[in-house]
């Protein structure tokens, strides 16, 4: 298989899950482009007996977070996280779900790091929690509690703003 | 069962058993801080189901092209041939004759440091003999090892026939002379324990004396 095969048969999923973690279209492409030169550079070095999208979603993952943590460190998370709305595709969604999705969004943002990338795994991208373990090389155990924390506090929110209800 | 734990069975409806949802349904019917639970936890996954809809990002034939540029473009290409060799080498190493070779290599190794080590000993024990010729300071018991020597020289000088090799008496008599005191018992190994003839010990006698 050619790199140009590989790169389009994973683009869509990379940038798709790149702007979940991140928000925002330039962050997402810029990870994107930085994951496949990662992959073209140790794809040697790849054992072919694994997964190679859970390879590739670790490398997403890894990028994903130093952009957040820098973020975090900015304090800019809520203003990036804020032009995500540009990209909802609208007509497939209600108004109601749509704004609940936006709210959810936000809220996400505001959560611990590390629950933040167990919530987009799990929650949105539909990995399972073993997945998840292995993309984050962290036990199911750790998964788990940071689901159940990530999926309590923004539940909680939306129940407190009453955007939701 | 108390609410936090209706509240755990909503989270995890899934699972449910056809009791637990009957009991569920009916506390959730007496309880309206469960219903809130219900309603908020319904809401989050109606949210949820509507962010797994959006659609990010169509494939694009232009940032295909941009990545595979970039990731061909990019002078770290190198290292990929490099790190294949490393592999290569990994590999290698498991191989059931490479851990064999390294196995014999590591008690070559081991033999090496044995040798050096008995050779080492060797050679301290010939430095102290030459220091002890040399008169420097030496333990007291290498000092009588050497003295026994030179004993055993003035007894040949005085056309004694005597055994060659001093035995546990001897050596113990000329200590007692020579320091006034016992000789310590681990040296009796060190020295043969026959007993000289009439003649021998006629000769240690006046020896000592």
Not at chain 1, 40 to 54: N, P, Q
Not at chain 1, 113 to 125: G, H, N, P, W
Not at chain 2, 192 to 207: A, P, V, Y
Request: hydrophobic share 40%.
């Amino acid at each position: 298989m050619a790199f140009r095969e590989l790169v389009m048969l994973y683009q869509g999923a990379a940038h798709s899950l790149a702007r979940r973690f991140v928000g925002n279209r330039e962050d997402a492409e810029d990870i994107v482009q930085e994951t496949f030169v990662r992959v073209w550079r140790h794809l040697a070095r790849f054992d072919l007996d694994k997964s190679f999208s859970t390879w590739l979603f670790r490398i997403i993952t890894n990028l994903a977070y130093d952009v957040l943590r820098k973020r975090f460190k900015q304090n800019a998370s809520i203003t990036k996280w804020g032009d995500s709305i540009d990209f909802v595709n609208q007509e497939s969604n209600t108004d109601d779900a749509l704004q609940v999705a936006m709210t959810i969004r936000y809220k996400a943002a505001r959560l611990p790091l590390k629950q933040q990338l167990v919530f987009v795994l799990r929650d949105l991208q539909e990995l399972s929690v073993a997945e998840v373990a292995r993309i984050l090389q962290i036990s199911e155990n750790a998964v788990k509690v940071n689901l159940h924390h990530a999926r309590h506090t923004i539940r909680v929110q939306l129940e407190q703003t009453g955007e939701a209800l | 069962m108390n609410c936090s734990e209706y509240q755990f069975l909503l989270e995890n409806q899934g699972g449910m058993t056809p009791i637990e949802t009957r009991e569920l349904e009916r506390h959730l019917a007496v309880c309206p801080d469960c219903r809130r639970v219900e309603q908020a936890i319904n809401v989050y996954q109606q949210g949820i189901q509507a962010m797994r809809r959006i659609t990010l990002s169509p494939t694009d034939e232009n940032a295909v092209e941009a990545i595979v540029g970039a990731a061909k473009m990019t002078s770290r290409l190198r290292p990929v041939k490099q790190h294949l060799y490393l592999d290569q080498l990994g590999n290698m190493l498991t191989e059931s004759v490479f851990r064999y070779a390294v196995a014999a290599l590591l008690l070559l190794t081991l033999g090496l440091f044995g040798f050096q080590e008995v050779y080492t000993l060797h050679q301290l024990d010939r430095l102290s003999q030459t220091m002890v010729k040399r008169g420097q300071q030496v333990s007291v018991q290498t000092h009588y090892l050497w003295k026994a020597a030179q004993w055993e020289r003035q007894i040949e000088q005085r056309w004694l026939t005597v055994s060659q090799n001093l035995t546990w008496t001897q050596v113990r008599s000329f200590f007692q002379k020579d320091q006034k005191a016992e000789p310590p018992l681990a040296w009796r190994f060190r020295f043969g324990n026959r007993l000289g003839t009439d003649e021998q010990q006629k000769f240690w006698r006046q020896l000592i004396r």
